[in-house]
C-alpha cells in the first residue's frame, strides 16, 4: 500500500465551497486523500478522496433508509476510514452528525460511560456509530434507552437504500461538544456557512495554503482542531492528509514526525505539550523535518519554553523555529480566530504579572519587576481578515495597547448556537452578533496576545476542566465534612497550570483530614484526570458574589494574596501571581 | 487470581508505576493506578508505552479503559501475553 500522492493534480481550489459535500466532490477529482497510520508508522489505510466520496454516497443511501433527514448521529471519533466515511456519509444524506471522544486508559470507563450517556440525551441522537472496539462501552453507556448502535463501517445498517438528499449552503453540518462541564456538556452547532467561511479563512488568509502542502495529523477528530482543522480544511483545499491516532501518538509521539518527515509533510499542528513530549522522548532517530513550513500550536495556552526545548532538540533534524505558527481560535468561531505571520516564529512578550493584576495593563517586564513575577505570553498573531475581532472592558469599549480586557468576535465563522434537544438553538452571540470569546488579552501593537480565561474554565494540556465538576466530585467524596468549594487554577512562572481546590473543612481532627484530603485528591483526579491539589480552610471564609454566588474568581485572588492561612502545616501550594 | 502479589509481572509492575508515582503509598493490588497514585493522563500513556515495550503487547482501548487497580493490570498483562 502507498499513501496518496501529495500533489492532487488538480488545480488547486483554495477553499471557495459552500458544503462540505461539495469540497468533497471537487476534492474527488484528483488523486489525493486521507492516510491511516500505526503507532509504529506502518500505513493501515489509505482512501483517496474519490475513494472516501464513493464510500460515503453508498452509506448515505442506507443512513437515508434508515433515519430522517437531519437526524443526529453520534460518531464515536477514532482516527480511522470508518469514521471519516460516516462523517462524509452523513452530510450527503442530510444527517447531522456529533463525534464523540473515546474512552481514557486506566480507570476512564466509568466517567465515559457517564458523559456519553449526557450527550446522547443533550442531542437527542438517533443512532451512535461506534467502531468494534469499544462497542461494549457504548452498549454499556446506553443500556435502558432507544438509542441505536451501529457499527461504524455501517456493516449492520439495513441493507436498502433510499435516496440521499445532501446539506445544502443554508443547512446545519455538524454538532460539536465542546466547553461545557461534564453534568451539562454543550454542543455546539456547526452550519455548512460557519464551516465553510472558517475553512476558507484557514486556507487563504491563515496557513496560506499552496499546491505542494500536504497535512500530518494527531490531532483527535472530536475536536476541533482536529475534525477542522486537519480533516475538513485540507479537504476543502484538496491536501493529502497522514492521519495518527491520538493515543498512538502520547504512546509513541515520535511517529508524528516521523510521519512528516517521510512524507515531506508541511502542515502539522498540536498544543504545546505535544512538542514537549516530541522533546522529553526523543531517543535520536533519523529525521528530515526540514519541508515543515507551519508548525502550528494551538488548543491551550501556547508556553514558549516547551518549544524551546522542541527547538532545541530537533533543529539538528532540519526543524526550522521560524515554521512556529501561534494561532488562537475557539469552536463555538468553528476553529481558527487569528494566526501568528507565517515563517517569523514565536514573538514573546515579557510582562510584569504583578502590575498588570493591579493595573490591568500589561507592561514590560523591567529592572523593576520582582522576582518571579515576570511572565513571558506568546503573541497568538492577527486576527483573520474575514473576522472582526475587539479587546473590550467591562462597559463594552474597545480597548487600545496593551490594556488587558475581554476578546470578543463577530463574522461568517460563529456557529449557529448551542443544541439541546427540543429546545430552540441557544445564541452564541449578542444581538449585535458578537461572541464573548471568555478569553482575556491584549494588543501587542497589531497582534492579539491571550493572558487567560475570564470564565471559570480551566484549560489543562489542551482540555478544559470545569471547576463545578471538580467542587461536586469533592462533595461527594467528602460528604458533610466539606461546605462549599472552589476550584481554579494558578500559573506558575513558566505558565505551567496547577488545579487548586479550596475546600471549607468542618472537622479539625488531623486524622480525619487527612483522610479526606486523600479521597477527595483521588476522587478529582479520577474524574478529570488531572491532578488537584485539595487544601481546606475555615468554614465560611470562601468569598461571594453580591447574589450569594461563590466567586471562584474572588477566591483565586484571595489565595494568591494569601487571605486564606493554610489549616495544616508545611507543604502549603504558593501562588506565584501577585502573592 | 489470588497469586498477583506473588508474580514477576507484579513486581515489574510496581517497578514503573512506583517511577511514576506522585503518591507515596505502598503499591499494593488494589491500588487504584491513576486514582491512588496520582498519576495524570499524560503520564498514564508513558506507562502504557513502558509496559507495551517490555511486554510486546498491545492494550485494546476497551481493555486499557476498564484497567483501574494494579491487580487489573497484572491480570490483563497475563491475559494479552498468553494469547
Known amino acids: 500500500m502507498k499513501p496518496t500522492a501529495t500533489t492532487a493534480g488538480i488545480e488547486l481550489r483554495a477553499g471557495t465551497f459552500e458544503t462540505i459535500c461539495d469540497a468533497l466532490d471537487y476534492a474527488a477529482e484528483g488523486n489525493s486523500g486521507v492516510n491511516f497510520y500505526h503507532s509504529d508508522g506502518r500505513l493501515m489505510n489509505s482512501l483517496t478522496y474519490g475513494e472516501l466520496r464513493n464510500n460515503a454516497l453508498g452509506m448515505a443511501g442506507q443512513l437515508a433508509a434508515a433515519f430522517a433527514r437531519e437526524s443526529r448521529i453520534g460518531l464515536v471519533a477514532e482516527t480511522s476510514a470508518d469514521f471519516v466515511t460516516a462523517f462524509m456519509a452523513c452530510q450527503y444524506a442530510g444527517m447531522v452528525p456529533a463525534p464523540l471522544s473515546l474512552p481514557a486508559a486506566f480507570g476512564g470507563r466509568k466517567i465515559y460511560e457517564r458523559q456519553v450517556g449526557q450527550m446522547v440525551r443533550q442531542a437527542g441522537l438517533a443512532a451512535l456509530m461506534t467502531p468494534a472496539s469499544v462497542r461494549d462501552i457504548i452498549n454499556s453507556a446506553l443500556s435502558g434507552t432507544s438509542v441505536r448502535v451501529v457499527d461504524m463501517s455501517g456493516s449492520d445498517l439495513p441493507s436498502g437504500t433510499a435516496l440521499a438528499l445532501r446539506h445544502g449552503a443554508n443547512d446545519l453540518s455538524y454538532i460539536q461538544f465542546s466547553s461545557g462541564c461534564t453534568s451539562q456538556p454543550k454542543g455546539i452547532v456547526a452550519t455548512q456557512a460557519s464551516v465553510s467561511a472558517n475553512c476558507r479563512a484557514i486556507i487563504q488568509e491563515g496557513l496560506q495554503v499552496v499546491e505542494g502542502d500536504r497535512a500530518v495529523s494527531w490531532l483527535p477528530l472530536y475536536h476541533d482542531m482536529g475534525l477542522v482543522g486537519f480533516f475538513i480544511a485540507p479537504l476543502y483545499s484538496q491536501l493529502s492528509i497522514d492521519f495518527l491516532s491520538p493515543s498512538d501518538f502520547a504512546r509513541r509521539p515520535g511517529t508524528w514526525l516521523k510521519l512528516i518527515s517521510e512524507n515531506r509533510g508541511t502542515l502539522s499542528y498540536s498544543p504545546s505539550f505535544g512538542y514537549e513530549l516530541c522533546a522529553r522522548r526523543y531517543r535520536g532517530e533519523v529525521l528530515d523535518l526540514s519541508s515543515w513550513r507551519a508548525a502550528g500550536i494551538g488548543g491551550d495556552m501556547v508556553r514558549s519554553e516547551a518549544l524551546s526545548a522542541f527547538t532545541q532538540t530537533f533543529a539538528p533534524s532540519g526543524f526550522d523555529p521560524s515554521a512556529f505558527v501561534s494561532s488562537y481560535g475557539l469552536a463555538e468561531a468553528t476553529l481558527a480566530v487569528s494566526f501568528a505571520p507565517l515563517r517569523a516564529g514565536l514573538r514573546t512578550d515579557d510582562i510584569d504579572l504583578a502590575r498588570m493584576q493591579t493595573s490591568g495593563r500589561a507592561l514590560p517586564a523591567s529592572d523593576l519587576t520582582f522576582e518571579g513575577t515576570a511572565r513571558r505570553f506568546v503573541s497568538s498573531g492577527r486576527p483573520l481578515p474575514s473576522l472582526d475581532l475587539r479587546i473590550v472592558n467591562d462597559n463594552d469599549e474597545a480597548l487600545g495597547d496593551r490594556q488587558v480586557g475581554r476578546i470578543i468576535v463577530r463574522g461568517p465563522s460563529i456557529a449557529a448556537g448551542y443544541f439541546r434537544v427540543n429546545e430552540p438553538l441557544q445564541p452564541l452571540t449578542n444581538e449585535d452578533g458578537w461572541l464573548e470569546t471568555g478569553d482575556l488579552g491584549y494588543w501587542n501593537e497589531d497582534e492579539l496576545v491571550i493572558t487567560g480565561r475570564s470564565k471559570d474554565l480551566i484549560l489543562w494540556n489542551g482540555r478544559n476542566i470545569w471547576p463545578q465538576d471538580i467542587e461536586g466530585v469533592a462533595q461527594e467524596a467528602g460528604g458533610r465534612n466539606i461546605a462549599r468549594s472552589a476550584a481554579f487554577d494558578v500559573q506558575d512562572e513558566n505558565g505551567a497550570i496547577k488545579i487548586l481546590l479550596l475546600a471549607e473543612c468542618r472537622s479539625r481532627d488531623e486524622a480525619v483530614r487527612a483522610e479526606l484530603r486523600r479521597d477527595i485528591s483521588a476522587a478529582t483526579r479520577a474524574a478529570t484526570g488531572a491532578p488537584v491539589s485539595v487544601e481546606f480552610v475555615a468554614i465560611r471564609s470562601l468569598p461571594t458574589t453580591s447574589s450569594g454566588k461563590l466567586s471562584r474568581a474572588a477566591a483565586r485572588i484571595g489565595f494568591l494574596a494569601g487571605d486564606f492561612v493554610p489549616q495544616r502545616q508545611g507543604n502549603v501550594v504558593a501562588g506565584t501571581l501577585g502573592a | ?83
Open chain 2, 1 to 83: 487470581m489470588c497469586n498477583v502479589q506473588d508474580s514477576h509481572v507484579f513486581e515489574n509492575v510496581s517497578k514503573i508505576l512506583k517511577a511514576h508515582a506522585h503518591a507515596d503509598i505502598l503499591i499494593t493490588p488494589d491500588v487504584r493506578i491513576s486514582a491512588d497514585l496520582e498519576i495524570d493522563s499524560v503520564e498514564i500513556f508513558d506507562i502504557v508505552m513502558e509496559i507495551e515495550d517490555i511486554y510486546d503487547i498491545s492494550f485494546p482501548v476497551e481493555v486499557a479503559s476498564s484497567i483501574d487497580t494494579v491487580r487489573d493490570l497484572v491480570e490483563t498483562i497475563g491475559q494479552l501475553t498468553n494469547v
